[in-house]
C-alpha cells in the first residue's frame, strides 16, 4: 500500500518561467501541497439555530474525519471559532468575544452555531487523530454586537459582566480614529460594511494590536491550529497582519489569505510585496474563469485555462477552489462543476473543496465520487511543473511533468466529444491509462505522441486524465497526538485555581491505551512554602487516575501523566491550597497532549 505524505502546508517558492520548447509553456517546479476541504458552508443546520434534530456540527466534522483521511483529504478549514453577536444563530463572520469559543453564556447562548468549545476541541483531536491539518478561519477585521455606542464587555469565567479580557472602547475603531497604513483599499472602505472595523495600528497604545495577537496565540493552542483562512484581507493593515503571523504559536504556520478580487496583479502584489510571500492567496482570478467555462460552455475560450489565474503564474501561493460559502450563496457555478473540479485537482496549486459541492447530506450536491476520484489522481499522479500541449476554444490539453507524468485532456463541448493527437513527454511505445474512467487505454507512437477521444461534456465530464497503467495505492490515516491548552484565569472562561474548591479544567476524550500528559504552568506570586496546586485526572467513570501536586519547588511544565485504560472522557481537575491574600486563585495554562479515537 501506499502511503501519501503530503501536507497542507506548502514548502518553498515558485518561480515562472518560459520557455519555447516544441511552442511548449512550461512552469517551475512546486511541491505539492494536498487537497483542503473547506468543512462548512453558509447554513449548516444547528440546534442552535432551530434545527432540533440536526447534530451539532462539530460533532459532525469529528464522525466524519476518518473518511475525509481515507479519501484523501489533508486539511480541514473550519469555520470561524468565536461567539458571533447573533449568538447560536452566528455562521462566525459577526465575531464579538475573542475568549468565548462557545463557554461562554452570551449572546443568548452558550453553544457557537457549531457547539460548544468541548465539541470543538474534540473535533480537532479527532482531526489530528486521522493526521488532517486544522485551518481556523479568523475573523479580525470587525467585531460585531456592541449596544451601539463601540463598547465592548465581555463576562469572565464567572459569569460576571465587564470581566472578561480584552474589552474595547470607542477609539479601538475607525473611524473614531484615522485608517490604519497599508490597507489594501484603503480610504475607499466603508467602515461599516462588516461591523465596527478594529484599528490595530492607529488604535492607542496598540491595545488592539497586542490583544489580537494574543487572542490569536490563545485559540491556536487551545485547538492546536496548523493554519489559518484570513477573512476580508483586503481591509486589514498588513504592519499589523504580518506582525500577527509571525507572533507565537502563529509563528510558521500556513496561511491563506481572502484576498476577494479578480485582479491578479493586485493579489500578486498583496503576496509578494505587501505580506512578503508570508501567505497564500485564494484565486478568484481562476475562479472567474473557471465559472466562465463551466455556466457558459458555448463561449468559453478553454485556451484561457493555459497558466491561468494566480496558479498560472505563483503556483506555490495559490490556493484555488470551485466554490466557496459566499460564492454558492451568489455567484454559483449552476452546471457541469465536474470540469472545474478535473481542472483544479489535477493543476498546480493548492486545491479546496467546498463541503456543499462534496457532501451527499441532504441540501449538498453530492459530488462525493466523481471528486474522491479525482483527489486519488491529485495526490497519485499530478506534480512537477506544467507543459500545454494542446488547446483551442473548444478543448485543452496539458501535461504534468513530475513523477510517471499525468497527460489531462479537458473538453468543454456538450454536444460532442473530440480527437486530437498532441506530443508527450511518456516515450515511445507506452501504455496509458485512464485513471477517471472515462475513456479507453491508448499507446504513445514511435515519437511519443498520442491520439486521444476526449468524451463529451455532459455534466461537465469531458475529461481524462492518462498516465501509465499499473499505479495503484489508496490513502492511510495516522493516529497523531494533540496538544491542546487550557488556561484557567478570572478574565477567561476557564476558571483559575480556587482556593476554595477543586475546579475542573477540561474534558479530553482519550483513545484506549494512548497517553495522557498534563503539563502544568502556574504563577506563583506570593505563594509560601505551605501554598500548592494539586492536579487530578479522572477517568470516564469518575474515578481519579492519577494526581499531582506542584509547589514553588515544582518546575514550571512538570507533568502529571497516565495511560487511558479505556477510552472515553478524561477530565483534569484544579484547587490551589494555602495561597496568600496576594495570590488567591493563581491563573496557570495546562497543556494536555493525548490521542483521540480515529471514529
Known sequence: ?????????KLGRSLRTLAAIAGAFVIAQTASAGVLLQGFYWDVPSPAAGSGSAPWWW???AGQANSLKLSGFTAVWIPPVLKGAAGGYSVGYDPFDDYDIGSKSQQGTIPTRYGTREQL??????????SLDIYCDIVDNHRNGDPGNYQFSYLDAYGVANGGRFGKGQWDFHPNVSQDPNVPVGASEDFNAFGRDLAPINGPSNWIFNGLNSSGDWVTKALDLQGYRLDYVKGISTNWLSSFLNYGAMSGKFAVGEYFDSNLGSIQYWISTMMGNRASAFDFPLRDQLKGMCNSPGSFNMANLDHAGL????????????????????????????????YILTSEGYPSVFYKDYSTDAGCYGMKPTID??????????????TQRYKNNLVFVYERNGGQHLLVGLNNNTGFGYNLTCATGFGANRQLHDYTGHAPDVWTDGSGNVSLSLPTATNGMGYVAYAPVGIGGSFTASQLSTT?????????????ADNTALVQVCRINVAAGKSISGALYFTTTS???????????????GGIVTTKTYTT???????????????????FKIRSNNTPAGNLKPTYWLRATYTAPQT
Open 311 to 342: 496558479a498560472g503564474v505563483d503556483p506555490a501561493h495559490a490556493v484555488t477552489f470551485v466554490e466557496n460559502h459566499d460564492t454558492d450563496r451568489s455567484d454559483a457555478i449552476f452546471q457541469n462543476k465536474a470540469l472545474a473540479y478535473a
Open 121 to 130: 476541541e474534540r473535533c480537532c483531536a479527532m482531526l489530528r487523530a486521522n
Open 59 to 61: 460533532d459532525k466534522l
Open 484 to 496: 491542546q491548552e487550557y488556561a484557567g484565569a478570572t478574565d477567561l472562561d476557564i476558571k483559575p
Open 1 to 9: 500500500m501506499i502511503v501519501p505524505i503530503r501536507k497542507g502546508v
Open 527 to 541: 505563594w509560601t512554602a505551605s501554598t500548592n496546586i494539586y492536579l487530578e485526572l479522572d477517568n470516564p467513570s
Open 373 to 386: 476520484n479525482l483527489m486519488w489522481v491529485h495526490e497519485k499522479l499530478a506534480s512537477g511543473t506544467t
Open 553 to 571: 519547588g515544582t518546575a514550571q511544565g512538570a507533568a502529571l501523566t497516565a495511560t487511558a485504560s479505556t477510552a472515553g472522557w478524561y477530565t
